[in-house]
């Protein structure tokens, strides 16, 4: 897979997870005489993630993140479009030979892990699944990752129940680990855990990185968050990427429209300022019901009279990705409505 889009200007020498155009639909039920309607949940995504860097994924929810997520695992096939994995189609490796080289760490880390295994069970099921050495030596590595992620040789023979959820939480991360994968796919693995122990699993996500040269993409609805960990960021709307930046310039200096009202919506700890006003309005848009034009258009405080019928391409130039009529050569002469 080649082009500029698709390598959102990274050196293809650089790329270790490249997604170009990916779709993904889901046919939707609308009652016993209402028959089906199509869901768009991803719909022409284009992605390149460079070796070692942290691509955060931000959007509502309902914008096709976590659909996304499922599909750069391989855990969801595309509808269309085409991933590849150090250039090689991620079809050709089957499902074992992406679980090598791809791991998720999902939201809740009590759901995922079986209550009547022990810990070290746990952390060294990949490897018989993989079967790679022993039982002895599953286990030993089990423990070896554990204790890499902060969780001493006497929490092996516990039950997640014994846990506190930032301790399950790291005992997701030691399962993600224990393959040596080249990336992990974090889909909201802070949200369920108090403030205190985020920071800490943020940390430790960090440091793993760096000692084990980790690529992550991190999804998230926590924009404080996002900004903590990721080098990238791209910003979700119904199914798209409307904008894709360097972390510090989305912060610094938002250019779509809905990019900027995500950032207006996080909360300040300054005593007086009260709840954010964003402009988004009270209603979430209906993906099955997408309006024409730019998807955002009905909720955009700067929409021109194009946005109601003209689809928006995600452009690329110096400052990054965006999809939107203003930044669109023709925008200069426009006048918003």
């Known amino acids: 897979m080649s082009g500029a889009l698709s390598t959102n200007n990274l050196p293809q020498s650089e790329i270790l997870l490249e997604a170009r155009e990916l779709t993904r ?13 199509t869901l768009h949940a991803v719909n022409g ?20 993140k976590s659909t996304l997520a499922r599909m750069l695992l391989g855990l969801l096939p595309p509808s269309s479009g085409e991933i590849a994995l150090s250039g090689e189609n991620v079809g050709k490796l089957g499902r074992l030979g992406m679980a090598k080289r791809v791991q998720p760490v999902f939201q809740d880390p009590y759901s995922s892990l079986n209550p009547r295994r022990t810990i070290a069970s746990i952390v060294a099921l990949p490897l018989a699944v993989q079967g790679i050495g022993t039982a002895a030596e ?22 997640p129940r014994e846990l506190s959820g930032g301790q399950r939480q790291r005992v997701a ?16 693995p802070t949200s369920a855990l108090d403030v205190s122990v985020q920071s800490q699993i943020l940390n430790l996500l ?8 980790l690529t992550y993409v991190f999804i998230s609805h926590n924009l404080v968050v996002v900004e903590h960990i990721a080098t990238r ?13 360097d972390t510090a310039s989305l912060f610094k200096a938002p250019r779509h ?28 848009p209906d993906p099955l019901n997408p309006p024409p034009g730019c998807p955002f258009h009905p909720r955009c405080p ?36």
């Open 173 to 188: 991360i030691a399962r993600a680990l224990i393959l040596k994968p080249e990336m992990v796919v974090c889909d909201e």
């Open 138 to 159: 599953r286990r030993k590595r089990a423990i070896d990752i554990l204790e890499k992620v902060g969780l001493p040789k006497r929490f092996a023979d516990r039950y």
């Open 45 to 64: 995504v284009s992605l390149a993630i460079a070796k070692g860097e942290v691509l955060g994924i931000v959007g509502e929810s309902g914008c096709g």
């Open 302 to 337: 700067a929409k021109m009279a194009q946005c109601a019928t003209v689809t928006p391409k995600l452009r690329q130039d110096e400052s990054g990705l965006v999809a939107c009529h203003l930044y669109e050569p023709a925008a200069s002469g426009a006048t918003a409505s």
């Open 25 to 37: 639909s889901f046919s939707v039920s609308q009652g016993l005489f209402k028959g089906k309607r």
């Open 257 to 284: 429209p809905y990019t900027k009202a995500l950032l207006a919506s996080v909360l300040t700890p300054e005593p007086g300022k009260g709840i954010p006003e964003t402009g988004l309005g009270l209603t979430f």
């Open 206 to 213: 960090n440091d793993l990185r760096s000692e084990l040269g």
């Open 233 to 245: 960021v791209a910003v979700m709307y119904l199914g798209r990427v409307v904008e894709l930046t």
